[in-house]
């Protein structure tokens, strides 16, 4: 298993454009590949305009072609302009 | 659903004790509270030393009772003298 943080530092005043545009997105990924065993955006409790995408893939495949995928692209072309700042992190599952 | 990641930073050379650690602990933790719907320990694939744990919890009992539950404060006792710096980040689920 592949896990993924994705943290999004939004511009000031995005949060709620940011939330209706997820809540559309997220549904439509998870159907969208088998290979995709968890995929959620959540808002951070402490720290303004965060949220972090919590992914979980079955193996390296499914990643790559989420990422690949013609539907992501638009996606995150539609959400770039309300996010300031987004770090990216993979990691191997151990346990 | 909650989700909690946990940056966890460990002393240098400890790696494959905590591997050995989490890979006992993870499994007895998703076992004993069914309100745990994800819970798993990752190596960061581009930061040294670095592990982060996701969880993600029904609702907001489940974490209380996985927080104190005794089971957890052993298996943290266990791990502490390994961990240098532990980060841990809430959130609420969007979608």
Chains 1, 2 share one sequence.
Do not use: C, W
Not at 11 to 37: F, S
Not at 54 to 73: C, N, P, R, T, V
């Amino acid at each position: 298993m592949i896990l993924v943080v994705a943290t999004v530092r939004l511009n000031p005043g995005r949060a709620a454009d940011y939330e209706t545009a997820v809540t559309e997105i997220m549904p439509r990924v998870r159907e969208a590949n088998p290979g995709i065993l968890f995929y959620h955006a959540a808002r951070s409790r402490d720290e303004a305009d965060t949220y972090r995408v919590i992914e979980a893939y079955a193996d390296q495949d499914a990643m790559d072609q989420h990422i690949g995928s013609e539907s992501l692209q638009q996606s995150l072309a539609g959400l770039m302009p309300m996010i300031a700042d987004i770090d990216i992190r993979i990691h191997d599952k151990v346990a």
